[in-house]
């Protein structure tokens, strides 16, 4: 194509296009292998906008995996099948949920341990450590504590107590 001044646009006989401008597509562009964006010396490097002014149900459709960079390390990314890795931190501000079991994984050990598991089915926890409670605690049930699988205290929901070892009364008890 040629406007006063020179060639604007070039397609050859393999079809491999140059615009001297910006192109413009009215409908949709179908790729057949690879999309590759160049980093553009008008804007932030790499920078790709998605303009969602156009009234659909998603913005953006990605059909497979999505990851991000910095360099060559990966920083974030989200499977195919919707499992999300993130390099350093995940942050919110409302509510996390999980549909499923609730694991938290410490990764310093050899093989990785679980640190802690909240259960989906049932809502019972587990923490490799000491689980710290600040403020006021309410127990709706019984309350057992143990060292491995042998039972060393236990309130039970009638109030009744039972303790493996000496119980130590520090300050003034009343006893009915």
Same mark, same amino acid.
């Given at each position: ?121 049932? #809502? @019972? &926890?587990? *923490?490799?450590? +000491?689980?710290? $409670?600040?403020? /006021?605690? !309410? =127990? %709706? ?17 009638? #109030? @009744? &107590?039972? *303790?493996?070892? +000496?119980?130590? $009364?520090?300050? /003034?008890? !009343? =006893? %009915?």
């Amino acid at each position: 194509m040629r406007a006063s001044g020179g060639i604007k646009a070039t397609i050859n006989k393999d079809g491999a296009s140059s615009f001297a401008g910006a192109m413009q597509i009215k409908s949709t562009l179908l790729v057949d292998d690879t999309l590759t964006i160049q980093n553009s010396i008008d804007s932030e490097n790499g920078k790709v906008i998605i303009d969602p002014s156009i009234h659909t149900s998603d913005c953006v459709q990605i059909q497979g995996g999505l990851s991000i960079y910095s360099a060559l390390d990966k920083n974030a990314s989200i499977s195919r099948s919707g499992a999300g890795f993130f390099a350093t931190s995940l942050s919110t501000n409302g509510g996390l949920t999980a549909k499923g079991d609730f694991t938290i994984t410490n990764t310093t050990t050899n093989p990785d341990s679980d640190a802690a598991t909240i259960e989906a089915s049932s #809502g @019972n &926890a587990s *923490f490799a450590g +000491t689980m710290k $409670v600040v403020g /006021a605690t !309410e =127990l %709706n049930n019984s309350l057992t504590i143990k060292d491995g699988g042998t039972t060393k205290a236990s309130i039970s929901t009638g #109030g @009744n &107590a039972s *303790f493996a070892g +000496t119980l130590k $009364v520090v300050d /003034a008890t !009343e =006893l %009915n």
